[in-house]
C-alpha cells in the first residue's frame, strides 16, 4: 500500500516541476520574479490566494477541531480568510499605489529607515514560522501515512519546494496553484461525497446527543476561544504580504479586486465544506483517532483506492501550496530590502541570483523552525503573532498617513513587535518571562502595539508643530 503512496508522490512533484519550471521567459529582475511582471489576472490572483490559504489547518486541524466543536469550528480559519479578503478589497488601491514596493519600503517612508530594518526582519520571521507551520504538517501527515521519520518527511516537502520555486519565483508559484487549487476543489467534494454514502446528518445529531455534545450545531459554541482565534488571523492576514503581493502582482485595480472577491468566494464554499466533513465523521469515528488527524486516518483507511490516493494529492497540495507562497514572500523582503539594498542590486541577472539564495536560506530556517514544534495550529498562531502585534498597526496607518512619524512607528514595532517575540520564546521552550499562551496573548500584545504607536504619533505631532 506504501508502494502506492510513494509513487503518487513521485508523480506529484514531477507535474509541479513541469508546471513550475515551465516558464514563458526567464526572470529578469525583481519585478519579473517576485510579481510575476504585474501580469495576473482575476483567476490566477483568485486560485492562488485560495490555494496560498488553504493550508494544512485548513484539511488537517479545521476537520479535528469540527469533529470536536462541531459548527463553530468555522471561526478557526473559515470565517477570518473570507473576512480578511472582504477587507482587503477597500484597501486594493492605496496598496497597488505601491505597486512593485514591499511594505517595508512603505514603511520606511512614513517612519524613516530603522523601522524598515525592523519590518523586513518581523515579515522574515513571519514567512518562515508560517512555512515552518507547513513542514510540521507534512512531518506528521508523511510520517503517519508513508512511515518516514519526521525529518526525513520534512526535507521531501521542503526539497520539492524549493525547485521550482527558487528557479521561477511567483510565475513558477502561480503556475503551480492553478493545479493545487483543482486537486483541492476535487479532494474535498469526493470525501464529502463518499462520507455522505457512508452516514447523515441525522446520524451526525444523534451521535452528537449520545456523546453529550448539545451545542454542536451552534455557531456561537466556544466563542471566547473560536472568536478570538478568528481575530488574531483576520488582524495578521490583513497585513500579510502573501495577499499584498497577490495584489500588486494583478495587471489591473479591477482584476485584482476582482480575484479578491472571487477567493472570498471560493474559500466561503471550501470551508463550509471543511466544516461539513469533519461533523460527518463524527458517527463513524465517535472515539476519534488517537493522535492521528482524522483526515489522515480516512486516507489510510482508504489505501489501494482511488479516493484515497486523491485524498493523499489533495493534504499534499494544500501543505505545498501554502509553504511556497511563504517562501515566495518571505524571499521578496529578504532580497529587496536586506540582501538586495546592501549590494545595490538592479536591473539584469544579479538581483534573480540573491532572490533564489534568498529562497534557499529561508527554506533552511523554515527547516531548521519545523524541527521545535508539533503544534501545527500553535505554530501558525505564532507566526500570526508576529503580524497582527508588530505590523498590523503601523502598517495600515502608514497606508493614509501624510506625514512622516517616525517614533510611532518605532514604538510600535518595539512594543507589539517585541511582545510577539518573546511569546515565540516561550513556546520555543526558552521562556524568559510568563507570558499566555495563543491566543489568549493576542488582546495584550495588539494593544501593546496601538499604544506604542498612539504615544509616538503624540510626540511626533508635539514637536512637529514647533
Known amino acids: 500500500m506504501k508502494a502506492g503512496f510513494i509513487l503518487a508522490v513521485a508523480l506529484y512533484i514531477a507535474v509541479l516541476w513541469a508546471a513550475g519550471l515551465r516558464l514563458p521567459r526567464r526572470p529578469e529582475g525583481l519585478d519579473s520574479f517576485f510579481l510575476a511582471s504585474r501580469r495576473l489576472g482575476p483567476w490566477r490572483v483568485a486560485l492562488s490566494l485560495c490555494a496560498s490559504w488553504i493550508g494544512a489547518a485548513s484539511l488537517l486541524v479545521s476537520t479535528d477541531e469540527a469533529f470536536r466543536d462541531g459548527f463553530g469550528a468555522i471561526w478557526i480559519i473559515g470565517i477570518p480568510a473570507v473576512t480578511t479578503l472582504v477587507v482587503l478589497t477597500v484597501l486594493t488601491k492605496p496598496v497597488r499605489a505601491w505597486a512593485g514596493s514591499t511594505l517595508p519600503d512603505l514603511m520606511e517612508s512614513r517612519y524613516g529607515r530603522p523601522v524598515r530594518v525592523m519590518t523586513t526582519a518581523l515579515i522574515v520571521w513571519y514567512m518562515t514560522v508560517l512555512a515552518a507551520s507547513q513542514m510540521v504538517a507534512a512531518g506528521s501527515f508523511l510520517g503517519g501515512i508513508l512511515g518516514t521519520p519526521p525529518v526525513l518527511s520534512l526535507a521531501l516537502a521542503a526539497g520539492a519546494v524549493l525547485v521550482y520555486t527558487a528557479a521561477g519565483g511567483l510565475v513558477a508559484v502561480a503556475r503551480t496553484h492553478v493545479i493545487q487549487a483543482a486537486l483541492l476543489a476535487v479532494g474535498m467534494a469526493a470525501m464529502i461525497a463518499s462520507l455522505l454514502s457512508r452516514t447523515s ?68 464554499v471550501f470551508y463550509a465544506g471543511i466544516v461539513a466533513a469533519g461533523m460527518l465523521f463524527l458517527p463513524l469515528l465517535p472515539e476519534g483517532t488517537g493522535r492521528a488527524p482524522l483526515v489522515t486516518a480516512f486516507i489510510s483507511l482508504e489505501s489501494g483506492t482511488f479516493l484515497g490516493g486523491l485524498l493523499f494529492m489533495a493534504v499534499l497540495a494544500a501543505i505545498l501550496s501554502t509553504m511556497d ?142
Not at 473560536?226 to 504580504?241: G, H, R, Y
Not at 540582501?339 to 539564495?357: D, H, I, N, Q, S
Request: hydrophobic share 55%.
Open 325 to 466: 507562497a511563504a517562501l515566495n514572500a518571505g524571499a521578496f523582503a529578504l532580497t529587496k530590502d536586506l540582501v538586495g539594498r546592501a549590494a545595490g542590486a538592479g536591473a539584469g541577472r544579479r538581483p534573480v541570483t540573491l532572490a533564489r539564495v534568498s529562497t534557499l536560506g529561508l527554506t533552511a530556517a523554515a527547516f531548521l523552525v519545523a524541527t521545535r514544534f508539533e503544534d501545527i495550529l500553535g505554530t501558525l498562531g505564532l507566526a500570526s503573532k508576529v503580524m497582527a502585534e508588530g505590523l498590523l498597526v503601523p502598517g495600515l496607518a502608514a497606508l493614509f498617513l501624510k506625514r512622516r512619524a517616525p517614533l510611532a512607528g518605532l514604538l510600535s514595532l518595539a512594543c507589539g513587535g517585541g511582545y510577539a517575540v518573546l511569546c515565540f520564546l516561550a513556546e520555543a521552550g526558552l521562556p524568559l518571562v510568563h507570558l499566555p499562551a495563543w491566543p489568549w496573548s493576542l488582546p495584550l500584545g495588539v494593544g501593546l502595539g496601538a499604544a506604542g504607536f498612539l504615544s509616538g504619533l503624540l510626540v511626533n505631532l508635539t514637536f512637529s508643530r514647533k
Open 201 to 268: 446528518w441525522g446520524a451526525v445529531r444523534a451521535a452528537a446527543g449520545r456523546l453529550g455534545k448539545g451545542a454542536y450545531f451552534d455557531v456561537l459554541a466556544g466563542a471566547d476561544r473560536n472568536i478570538l482565534i478568528a481575530v488574531s488571523f483576520v488582524l495578521a492576514w490583513t497585513i500579510s504580504p502573501i495577499a499584498w503581493q497577490r495584489m500588486q502582482a494583478a495587471r489591473s485595480e479591477s482584476a485584482a479586486r476582482r480575484g479578491l472577491l472571487g477567493a472570498a468566494g471560493l474559500l466561503a
